[in-house]
């Protein structure tokens, strides 16, 4: 993965300011939604996995984020007729769970949250969550993709997110009218304060520049947002060490209490290929979609090198970086071919994503071979 230079947002102009809004979620397919549409609230969706019968006062929990290793979760999707898979959402969420995974995120770029309505969103999210307590996991925090584009929608995304059993929202920057935006990041900036204000779980920055459009924060603007009282996290996708350093320490040393365990701010890289090189920059872990994989190896290369063991861990970094680099050029496509390879689930993602072609999932599955191989040893 290549790194983005560490510079400003694009300029231009905004007209900002509204007070929080109110939401008033209705109950559709047993879960609360908020503010749909009538044709949305009556869609059919997957009933494979019974998400009904957990009290919503029984989703919430104080449930820090603390280092280790975070996945974005896969979403599932029923071969013929593309309705979401709660069932296998659900036996995944569990897998990693027993794997040793800190915590798990919906709605990321490897839960194909842009193909799915805000009914669905809720629903894979309260699965995951149901899913996880009753495997014993009740105390495993869920981080819940919330961008969009406006701000009164990623707000929203939020609330229906805490309504769902989520705990934390990732959040990406609005990209599409980035030429019209402020200058010296003041758009970007007051986008992020306003959703922060309003959300009622705490924001985790989400820099992925190639999923906006280029937008690259730089670190001066993550460690100004990190002073508000409801941004409590980064995750870095643009593969910046440098930017990551000086994140981790500007944030640690504006921290109160510096406790390493339970930090005020969690920095964490968004690919596993730089694992340890993030956790020599002082960052805190990963969130990455290799661990749907492989995600004992994942968290073994962090051990290792929290152990001292620098050569055992560099050793099983570059076999995680090899996996990584398939993953990354198949996408989501190609790690929903490896799990169904490799592990005999997985399925196709929801159209307009192609399905592989024999040759593609033979090349992936063969790309992730020594990843899994090593997974097995663990």
């Keep these: 993965m290549s790194p983005h230079n560490d510079a400003p947002s694009p300029v231009g102009s905004y007209t900002a300011g509204f007070n929080r809004?109110?939401?008033?979620?209705?109950?559709?397919?047993?879960?609360?939604?908020?503010?749909?549409?009538?044709?949305?609230?009556?869609?059919?969706?997957?009933?494979?996995?019974?998400?009904?019968?957990?009290?919503?006062?029984a989703l919430?929990?104080?449930?820090?984020?603390?280092?280790?290793?975070?996945?974005?979760t896969m979403c599932f999707f029923e071969e013929v007729s593309e309705e979401v898979d709660t069932a296998a959402i659900a036996r995944h969420a569990v897998r990693l769970a027993r794997a040793g995974?800190?915590?798990?995120?919906?709605?990321?770029?490897?839960?194909?949250?842009v193909h799915l309505t805000h009914a669905e969103r809720q629903l894979v999210t309260l699965t995951t969550r149901k899913a996880l307590n009753d495997a014993g996991y009740a105390h495993m925090p869920i981080i819940v993709g919330c961008g969009s584009q406006s701000t009164r929608e990623t707000i929203q995304y939020c609330c229906e997110a805490?309504?769902?059993?989520?705990?934390?929202?990732?959040?990406?920057?609005?990209?599409?009218?980035?030429?019209?935006?402020?200058?010296?990041?003041?758009?970007?900036?007051e986008f992020f304060k306003t959703?922060?204000?309003?959300?009622?779980?705490?924001?985790?920055?989400?820099?992925?520049?190639?999923?906006?459009?280029?937008?690259?924060?730089?670190?001066?603007?993550i460690v100004q947002l990190s002073a508000h009282p409801n941004i409590?996290?980064?995750?870095?996708?643009?593969?910046?060490?440098?930017?990551l350093n000086r994140v981790a320490a500007a944030t640690r040393k504006l921290s109160k209490?510096?406790?390493p365990n339970h930090p005020e701010f969690l920095v964490l890289a968004g690919s596993a290929d730089f694992s340890i090189q993030s956790l020599v920059a002082g960052g805190h872990g990963i969130l990455a979609g290799l661990a749907n994989i492989a995600p004992k190896a994942c968290i073994k290369t962090i051990e290792l090198y929290k152990q001292g063991k620098y050569v055992e861990a560099?050793?099983?970094?570059?076999?995680?970086?090899?996996?990584?680099?398939?993953?990354?050029?198949?996408?989501?496509?190609?790690?929903?071919?490896?799990?169904?390879?490799?592990?005999?689930y997985g399925g196709y993602c929801r159209s307009p994503l192609p399905k592989p072609t024999g040759e593609q999932a033979k090349k992936w599955k063969e790309g992730f071979r020594n990843l899994v191989m090593l997974e097995k040893s663990l």
């Design 21 to 57: 809004m109110a939401f008033h979620p209705t109950p559709s397919s047993a879960i609360r939604i908020g503010n749909l549409t009538p044709s949305e609230s009556a869609s059919t969706l997957s009933s494979s996995y019974d998400s009904s019968t957990l009290d919503v006062p």
């Design 60 to 72: 919430h929990m104080t449930r820090p984020l603390v280092p280790g290793v975070y996945v974005p």
């Design 101 to 113: 995974v800190t915590g798990l995120a919906t709605q990321g770029s490897n839960g194909e949250a």
């Design 162 to 189: 805490w309504d769902a059993g989520g705990d934390y929202a990732l959040v990406l920057p609005p990209s599409y009218y980035s030429s019209l935006f402020a200058p010296s990041n003041e758009t970007v900036m």
């Design 195 to 221: 959703v922060a204000s309003a959300s009622p779980i705490p924001i985790i920055i989400y820099n992925f520049p190639g999923a906006v459009g280029g937008l690259d924060l730089s670190s001066d603007v």
């Design 232 to 243: 409590v996290g980064v995750k870095l996708t643009c593969g910046n060490t440098g930017k």
């Design 257 to 259: 209490t510096r406790d």
């Design 314 to 344: 560099q050793n099983m970094q570059e076999i995680v970086s090899e996996g990584d680099w398939t993953a990354i050029q198949g996408g989501v496509v190609g790690v929903k071919a490896g799990l169904q390879g490799w592990m005999g």
